[in-house]
């Protein structure tokens, strides 16, 4: 009686709300250790930049102000704190990342966070940084590490349980944009459909090799970013149209291809958090969420302090004296105190804004 209930109410749920993530989600037990791997760009590189060969995307982030909140000096993050990847570990329970390219000995059932600043989807994007594909080999690396260390079944165990955070596409549409400021909708369709495809081939790679818990923070608004806003001055503090537009193309596709996924690979639960309007509701209007400036970065110089945080010697900069009063840290990351913000609702917002699953569901918290 109980069972048959409980089978007709998930059925009803699922066909009332076929997205739903309640029903789906086995209950897991809430100590059981889960480890969380980091994918992408800026947004969630821990410091993977400072040890590339050669590279300067991201390599302000070693220098101050960078880190001055938290760390109390440069942490290789572009932001004055920690970024939202530290604050889901700290969630979930786990230690902060170290960058994967940060030469100690990395334990590795705790995750790693692979993700680069400049990175994109596409090999294309930003020669010199650390592309998707790229990340994706440097994970291939830390299973065969995990499969020495525990043997192929317990190595199985790990991915499958494990959380696989993203942010990429941004510097994909950053960097299209800048090249075909003027293209025609059909072109866009098409650059668009090559990023989701070959973000769809690693979503299929990793859950190949075992992973089944995707989350993902999709593309923010483009246009609305400081050192976009400086770039069109004719448009004051109105963001660019073109970037944005982009975006959410992009976001449209990611969450369809999401989903086809899901229906496809037995055992597929992703996330998707709206970045995009939680990020535009912040920077149009900040006083709701505690903020003094949406528009302008804390460090930087130029219009909107859209360039040159950091860089010393070059061109002198402004530094704000209280960066929790800023949406924006730099010209194109957000401060301490947003990711903050962020963090919490990838990890328990509802599903309008964190959805099917939040990202406390795929740790199996919830
Ligand atoms: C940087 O160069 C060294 C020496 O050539 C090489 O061993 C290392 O793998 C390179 N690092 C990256 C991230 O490509
Ligand atoms: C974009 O196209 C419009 C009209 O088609 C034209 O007026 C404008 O000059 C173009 N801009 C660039 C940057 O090519
Ligand atoms: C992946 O991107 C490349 C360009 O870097 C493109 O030629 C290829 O068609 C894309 N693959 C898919 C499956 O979309
Ligand atoms: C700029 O860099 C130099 C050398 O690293 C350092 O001595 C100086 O204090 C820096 N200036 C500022 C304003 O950070
Ligand atoms: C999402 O739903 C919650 C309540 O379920 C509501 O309070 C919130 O305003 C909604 N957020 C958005 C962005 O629609």
Excluded at 96 to 108: A, S, T, V
Excluded at 246 to 266: G, I, M, Q, V, W
Excluded at 307 to 322: A, H
Aim: contains cysteine; proline residues 6%; aromatic residues 10%.
């Amino acid at each position: 009686m109980g069972s048959l209930c409980y089978l007709s109410c998930v059925l009803i749920v699922s066909l009332l709300n076929p997205i739903s993530c309640h029903g789906r989600a086995k209950p897991e037990p809430e100590g059981e250790h889960k480890a969380l791997f980091v994918f992408g760009d800026s947004l969630f590189d821990a410091g993977n930049n400072q040890y590339l060969n050669g590279s300067m995307e991201g390599g302000g982030a070693i220098s101050w102000p960078y880190g001055e909140t938290f760390f109390k000096h440069p942490a290789g993050r572009l932001s004055d704190g920690r970024l939202v990847p530290d604050f889901i570990a700290q969630f979930a329970k786990l230690p902060l990342l170290p960058p994967y390219l940060q030469p100690i000995e990395h334990r590795f059932t705790d995750g790693a966070n692979f993700a680069s600043a400049g990175g994109g989807v596409l090999v294309q994007t930003h020669p010199g940084t650390i592309n998707l594909p790229t990340q994706l080999s440097y994970f291939k690396t830390v299973v065969k590490s995990l499969r020495q260390k525990l043997g192929d079944v317990e190595a199985k165990k790990v991915l499958m349980r494990a959380v696989y955070l993203f942010s990429v596409g941004g510097n994909d549409y950053f960097s299209f944009y800048t090249q075909n400021p003027n293209v025609t909708q059909s072109y866009r369709r098409q650059y668009v459909g090559m990023v989701i495809g070959n973000l769809t081939s690693v979503l299929k790679e990793i859950y190949g090799l075992g992973g089944r818990k995707i989350a993902f923070q999709n593309a923010g608004p483009l246009g609305c970013v400081p050192t976009m806003k400086a770039m069109n001055p004719q448009l004051g503090s109105e963001c660019a149209e073109e970037p944005s537009a982009l975006a959410r193309l992009h976001n449209r596709a990611l969450a369809n291809a999401l989903k086809k996924l899901e229906s496809n690979l037995p055992g597929f639960k992703y996330s998707i958090f709206d970045y995009y309007n939680e990020l535009e509701d912040r920077i149009k209007n900040p006083s709701k969420y505690g903020f003094k400036n949406g528009n302008s970065a804390c460090c930087g110089s130029g219009a909107f302090r859209g360039r040159n945080c950091g860089k010393n010697g070059t061109e002198p900069y402004e530094l704000c004296s209280d960066p929790s009063e800023y949406v924006w840290f730099d010209g194109a990351h957000t401060t301490e105190t947003a990711n903050r913000q962020l963090a919490e609702l990838i990890w328990s917002g509802t599903p309008n804004v964190s959805g099917p699953c939040n990202m406390k569901q795929l740790f199996g918290h919830a």
